[in-house]
Every structure is written in C-alpha cells, then in structure tokens.
T-cell receptor
C-alpha cells in the first residue's frame, strides 16, 4: 500500500538552529500538508500546499517556518531559529484531491529542541 | 470555525466488549469526517472516512456513523481485542477548507 515517508524519525537540535524535515508524499497525490502535535496536545494544522504554492496556513505558521517542494517527490518543512516550544511531532500528509479523499499521514518526525 | 470534541478522554474495557467512541463537531456543513488510530509515539493511521452523503461506513470490526444534524459521529468497535488499545482521533474539515481539525482523542485500553 502506498505510504507517506518522513525523515528523520527523530532529530535533536540546539535552540536557535535551523532544521529541515523531509517528506515523500504518495506519488499521485496533489495536496500536501504539515501538521504538528505537541506532547499531550491535539494534532494541529500548520500549512497546506498545492500547485507549488501555499494554499492555506495557520497562525502558527509564521515567518519562522517555510515549505518547499524542491523536486517532483520531496516536500520539506524548514524551521529557522528553533525554539524550545517547537519541540513536537511533525506529521506530513498528502491527499489525491481537494477534500473528498482520505488524508494519508506519515509516521512523523519527532523534533526535540534543547 | 470548526471545533471537534471527543469524550471521554480515556476508556478502559474488558476484552470482547463492544464499545462506542464519540466525536462531536460544531460545523454541521461538514462534508466528511475521518477517524484515525494513533499508537503511542507513532503516526496517524486512517481507519475510516465517512462522507456527508453516507450515514455509516464499515471496515472489519469498525463501524463509523455520521449525523450532521446533531453534530455527532461515533466509532463502534465490535468484539474488542487488546490490540485495539490505542488513541482514537476524529477529524473534520474546517468550514469547507482543506485543513482538518482534530479532536483531542480517546485513549482506549482493552484489558485481557
């Protein structure tokens, strides 16, 4: 069964450093998303991406964050100047079309900021 | 703005019992709702997607219902097994937007 692949599974970084989380969505999917889950809290939406541009973003997704689809397969989330409160599990997800289909999530990347 | 609530936060039942997990949402214009399973420290596994045109959706021992008028969805698990122990999350779209709004989840424990 097709799956969304995320790397790394766990990253530890020092406060103030930049991190890049990588995702390979399902190959024929057109809509891509990043969500995050702080330990013990709800899964929350960060950003959606379609046709090589951001289609929607939450108030969390400020200038510290950026997304990119550098080639035909990868979808990345960059977090600049990480803060302690950025520690969370970051999930990538993809969908075949706009909303009627299942949203498929990756296994997540756990980010720990020290 | 869509808000999704799941009650109870935790549920513990003996193996073999049938059980129902509840999910409520505020935007009745919801066009679908998705149920997920999350094991500790792991990702989200999609269980069922139920469209607004459907009343129920079934997969194996799982059955999800959607009642837009009351703003509720239920996930029914038949003949529960210890392997069903996990956190179950429901999520619906936010006012026609693509993004999903998640409930806080119900942590289910099935006791052998």
């Amino acid at each position: 069964e097709p799956e969304v692949t995320q790397t790394p599974s766990h990253q530890v970084t020092q406060m103030g450093q930049e991190v890049i989380l990588r995702c390979v969505p399902i190959s024929n999917h057109l809509y891509f998303y990043w969500y995050r889950q702080i330990l013990g809290q709800k899964v929350e939406f960060l950003v959606s991406f379609y046709n090589n541009e951001i289609s929607e973003k939450s108030e969390i997704f400020d200038d510290q964050f950026s997304v990119e689809r550098p080639d035909g397969s990868n979808f990345t989330l960059k977090i600049r100047s990480t803060k302690l409160e950025d520690s969370a599990m970051y999930f990538c997800a993809s969908r075949a079309d706009s909303g009627a289909n299942v949203l498929t999530f990756g296994a997540g990347s756990r980010l720990t900021v020290l | 703005k869509q808000e999704v609530t799941q009650i109870p936060a935790a549920l513990s039942v003996p193996e073999g019992e049938n059980l129902v997990l509840n999910c409520s949402f505020t935007d009745s214009a919801i066009y679908n709702l998705q149920w997920f399973r999350q094991d500790p420290g792991k990702g989200l596994t999609s269980l069922l997607l139920i469209q607004s045109s459907q009343r129920e959706q079934t997969s194996g021992r799982l059955n999800a219902s959607l009642d837009k008028s009351s703003g509720r969805s239920t996930l029914y698990i038949a003949a529960s097994q210890p392997g069903d122990s996990a956190t179950y999350l429901c999520a619906g779209p936010d006012q026609g937007a693509q993004k999903l709004v998640f409930g806080q989840g119900t942590r289910l424990t099935i006791n052998p």
